[in-house]
């Protein structure tokens, strides 16, 4: 009997069908398709770009573009990293809580072997790229890539996870101001971070309410948890830090009136208006959290922007 003729077609088709889930699988890892949390993790980056034009003129317009073209990268490969990372950490986790189950490694979609591979090219990718812009940028990053690495662990030895993510999550404030050449000052910088890490915190515990049932059965510190019987009054305080240290910023980079208004004054009446609507009863609006926490950052950096404009345009 003839061996059977396959069409030059057939096979190409059957590989792909295999390599397309793959692939799937390691993007719904490095949470492809949900782009929120890498807009956050880059807008510290965005904000010492634009605190650093107002302090000290208006940067080219092509510096500003291949600037932020440089942090909007380390910003998407460092938030890509740190879900490889949390999610190869929490595997058993996952699978035992109702919004993660699905999650690449639990339902079984990547192998771990895969993830733990996929983890360490990306974590050679993030030092050659902080290895190929400085010294300075480079010690920055390890540091970075540091509190990234561990912050998973902190879930198990801490009932304040919340807080180093707060701190890793925005490091992209001393990593741009190494960055830069004429940085702002490097007390804004500890200004802006610690500000934008209580807010982190504020919004990632209003997140966390949402697993706060499945991390009380497993064993699983978080902040919504800890402070869930004065989770009003943590949360203002959160708040409050935040918006006193935007004030701080303005007042140390003598940013104008539409800085003190849009950034400080309107991300103020955001946060606010959200926590006074707070609901304890209703999981929706604690997923409402992450978009807000996107928002506000939004808020901030449109600020800033709009003051440096309008400086420069008044100074002309």
């Not at 009997?1 to 069908?17: E, T, V």
């Not at 990718?125 to 902190?154: E, I, K, N, Q």
């Not at 510190?221 to 701080?248: E, K, N, P, R």
């Not at 009136?257 to 309107?266: K, T």
Request: a positive charge; charged letters at 15%.
């Amino acid at each position: 009997m003839p061996p059977k003729k396959f069409s030059s077609l057939q096979a190409p088709s059957l590989s792909i069908q295999g390599v397309l889930p793959t692939i799937q699988g390691y993007a719904d890892l490095m949470r492809f398709s949900k782009p929120a949390a890498t807009f956050i993790i880059f807008m510290p980056f965005g904000q010492v770009v634009a605190l650093a034009s107002y302090a000290h003129g208006a940067l080219p317009a092509w510096d500003i573009l291949r600037w932020c073209g440089v942090f909007l990268l380390w910003a998407f490969v460092g938030r890509s990293l740190a879900c490889t990372v949390n999610d190869v950490c929490d595997r058993d986790i996952d699978g035992r809580v109702e919004r993660t189950k699905t999650r690449p490694l639990p339902s079984g979609r990547v192998s771990v072997i895969g993830a733990k591979l996929f983890l360490l090219a990306q974590v050679i990718f993030d030092v050659v790229l902080y290895y190929t812009t400085s010294p300075l940028v480079l010690y920055h990053g390890l540091f970075s890539l540091f509190l990234t690495l561990t912050y998973p662990l902190t879930k198990r030895i801490t009932n304040w996870p919340q807080v180093w993510l707060g701190f890793a999550a925005n490091y992209g404030v001393f990593l741009a101001w190494a960055a830069l050449p004429n940085p702002p000052d490097v007390k804004i910088a500890l200004c802006l971070w610690f500000g934008l890490a209580s807010w982190t915190v504020c919004f990632d515990t209003i997140y966390a309410l949402q697993d706060r049932d499945d991390d009380l059965h497993l064993g699983v510190g978080s902040s919504a948890i800890t402070a869930f019987d004065y989770m009003h009054q943590f949360l203002w305080t959160c708040a409050i830090i935040f918006v006193t240290c935007l004030t701080a910023v303005g007042i140390l980079n003598r940013q104008g009136p539409i800085y003190f208004v849009a950034s400080v004054g309107v991300t103020a009446f955001a946060i606010f208006r959200y926590l006074l609507s707070l609901d304890m009863n209703k999981r929706k609006s604690f997923s409402d959290a992450l978009p807000l926490g996107a928002g506000v950052s939004f808020i901030v950096m449109s600020g800033i922007i709009a003051d440096c404009v309008f400086s420069q345009r008044a100074a002309a």
